[in-house]
């Protein structure tokens, strides 16, 4: 199969065995983002940069990964100028924010929060900070358009569609993203040689993911202790990711110098 520029990753990451390979592209995108920011481009000195960062900032999972990936310099410097914008935003929040009246029956009720429903201003801005994050939001937009790559393929390569039947399937969530992509995509035709073989392949391997974590579990059985391990030495990562997606086992991605 003749591959182009845009679909090299696609394949890499179908080519990789892995157990969902849209888990394997946003891994590299997270890890092209964090070498971006951080790494030794040193994209965060560039002021369009640097204004993205201040107005977007990063959520809790990636601040730790920066924190892990090893340029504390860079991070600091990122840190000083997105804080300075949030304090000149936090004040004017403050100046606009005004209570609501207090009811009768306040002192009778018990905390009630809703994260997803702020009942404040200032409730709302923070959602809104949370919400937000530089990495999050280039993975998100790059890897849509790998689904978008994803169809493409399926619809116009024959090679593409026999490495797709034969693949390991997905993660829950990415499969998830398939379907609603597919619905969208696809043509009726399409969509009913499409949904077989992808149904047929997330239940075929997750038995296989399955099969693998009972096996895992029977090995703590003394009549089982000298038996081969067989597939299941890794099925728990396997299955977390299966499950949820992503890389429990992954060490934190750092810097290479």
Partial sequence: ??????????????HANDECPFCFIERNLEQHALDFVLGQGASYMEDDIRAETDKMGFCRDH?????HYGNRLGTGLILTTHFKKKN??????????SPKKASMLGHFKK??????????????WVKEQNNSCYICDYSKNTYARYLDTFFELYRKNKEFQEIFKNSNGFCLPHFGDL???????????EK???????????????????????????KFDY???????????DAIQRGM???AGSYPADPFYQSER
């Fill in 1 to 14: 199969m003749k591959e182009k520029i845009y679909t090299i990753p696609l394949m890499d990451a179908f």
């Fill in 223 to 233: 009549k089982n202790k000298d038996a081969d391990w067989k597939t299941s030495k």
């Fill in 63 to 67: 601040y730790k990964k920066m924190f």
């Fill in 179 to 189: 379907v609603e992509t597919a619905e969208e995509l696809l043509s009726d035709k």
């Fill in 111 to 124: 905390a009630k929060l809703n994260p997803d429903n702020p009942q404040t201003s200032l409730g709302t």
């Fill in 88 to 97: 000149e935003e936090l004040q004017q929040q403050i100046k606009m924010f």
């Fill in 241 to 243: 990711q299966k499950s």
């Fill in 192 to 218: 009913a040689e499409f949904y077989p073989q992808l149904f047929s392949l997330m239940t075929e391997n997750l038995q296989r993911v399955t099969d693998d974590l009972a096996w895992f579990c029977d």
